[in-house]
C-alpha cells in the first residue's frame, strides 16, 4: 500500500501563511494526481487544490487567488502554500493521492489529515 505522510498544519492569525505538505512512499508505480481536500466540523468534506502529473490543477472557488498547489514528481510529494488566511479557512486538511501501484492496480489514498486553525 501507499503511504501519505503530511505535515504544515498549525494555528494562524488571519492574513497569515501556512505551508502544506504530503510525501506519498511505498509501492508506486506511476501517481496521476495529488491533492488536498479539508474538512471543517459539521460540513462534508470539500476539495480544495488538485494536481495532475502534467501539472493542470484545479481549485475551490473560496481558495482561488490565495491557494497554490505545487508538486515535485521526482520526490512524490505535493505541496499546498496557503496565503491571506481566513477563519473560514479552519479545518482539518486531507492530502489525498491516484496512484497506480502495479501494471493493473489503482488506487485512491487518504493521508490522516492535519490541523489548520485560523483564528485571531
Known amino acids: 500500500q501507499v503511504q501519505l505522510v503530511e505535515s504544515g498544519g498549525d494555528l494562524v492569525q488571519p492574513g497569515g501563511s501556512l505551508r502544506l505538505s504530503c510525501a506519498a512512499s511505498?509501492?508506486?508505480?506511476?501517481?496521476?494526481?495529488m491533492g488536498w481536500y479539508r474538512q471543517a466540523p459539521g460540513k462534508q468534506r470539500e476539495l480544495v487544490a488538485v494536481?495532475?502529473?502534467?501539472?493542470?490543477?484545479n481549485y475551490a472557488d473560496s481558495v482561488k487567488g490565495r491557494f497554490t498547489i505545487a508538486s515535485d514528481n521526482a520526490k512524490n510529494t505535493v505541496y499546498l502554500q496557503m496565503n491571506s488566511l481566513k477563519p473560514e479557512d479552519t479545518a482539518v486538511y486531507f492530502c489525498?493521492?491516484?496512484?497506480?501501484?502495479?501494471?493493473?492496480?489503482?488506487?485512491?489514498?487518504w493521508g490522516q489529515g492535519t490541523q489548520v486553525t485560523v483564528s485571531s
Open positions: 494536481i495532475e502529473t502534467g501539472g493542470s490543477t
Open positions: 511505498g509501492s508506486i508505480f506511476t501517481i496521476y494526481a
Open positions: 489525498n493521492v491516484d496512484v497506480q501501484i502495479t501494471s493493473r492496480a489503482r488506487f485512491i489514498t
